[in-house]
């Protein structure tokens, strides 16, 4: 299996610029976690899904931010308008069940 | 409410020198423990996890880790550390409801 796929791997934009980030979970996984990380925050989970349904976006920190899981092997995570304070790099992670966790190589932001 | 707390923001060790990295959580059902593993640009990676059984349990690298129920531990060690071992890691607990929490990690620094 190629793992959790991020895409893109690194991405700079405006502010005020849309920005999606996509990714393909591993085959037969059947939850998806999207993860920001930043030096003064550390890893935060923003939303994750199971069986293609959001179960918990508390963690999502404003309505610029939206996930979509259309089917078990696409999710995006998209943020309008984006602004400089979103700049972080994020994770996308899938499970099956409550094991272990495998995570993607990560989409760095930058948003100038 | 459920929380993972590591206590150490960073630690310096000497190549060749025992680890143990400490980490409390905040559960109130027995819960599912993990370490992960986070080298400088790259995701996370599973170093061992906790379910049930033997409280010391095994992991790749040679790293260990030992869970104390009465302590509401989970400390990872490894008795002799590599230079390559530098890097983050985060203690997890998984609650119910697939969701992880994810301690704020500790940065190891190996001096030759």
């Known amino acids: 299996d190629a793992g959790v796929i991020q895409s893109p791997r690194h991405e700079v934009t405006e502010m005020g610029q849309e920005v999606t980030l996509r990714c393909k979970p591993i085959?037969?996984?059947?939850?998806l976690f999207w993860y920001r990380q930043t030096m003064m925050r550390g890893l935060e989970l923003l939303i994750y899904?199971?069986?293609?349904?959001?179960?918990?976006d508390s963690g999502m920190p404003e309505d610029r931010f939206s996930a979509k899981m259309p089917n078990a092997s696409f999710s995006t995570l998209k943020i309008q308008p984006s602004e400089p304070r979103d700049s972080a790099v994020y994770f996308c992670a899938s499970s099956l069940m409550d094991n272990e966790q495998f995570f993607g190589p990560g989409t760095r932001l930058t948003v100038l | 409410a459920q929380s993972v707390t590591q206590p150490d923001i960073h630690i310096t060790v000497s190549e060749g020198a025992s680890l143990e990295l400490r980490c409390n959580y905040s559960y109130g059902a027995t819960p599912y423990l993990f370490w992960y593993v986070q080298s400088p640009g790259q995701g996370l990676q599973l170093l061992l996890k906790y379910f049930s059984g033997d409280t010391l349990v095994q992991g790749i690298k040679g790293f260990e880790a030992e869970f104390k129920r009465s302590q509401s531990s989970f400390n990872l060690r490894k008795p002799s550390v590599h230079w390559s071992d530098a890097a983050e890691y985060f203690c997890?607990?998984?609650?119910?409801?697939?969701?992880?929490?994810f301690g704020a990690g500790t940065r190891l620094f190996v001096k030759a």
């Open positions: 899904f199971n069986n293609n349904v959001p179960i918990d």
């Open positions: 085959s037969g996984h059947n939850s």
């Open positions: 997890a607990v998984v609650t119910g409801g697939f969701k992880t929490i």
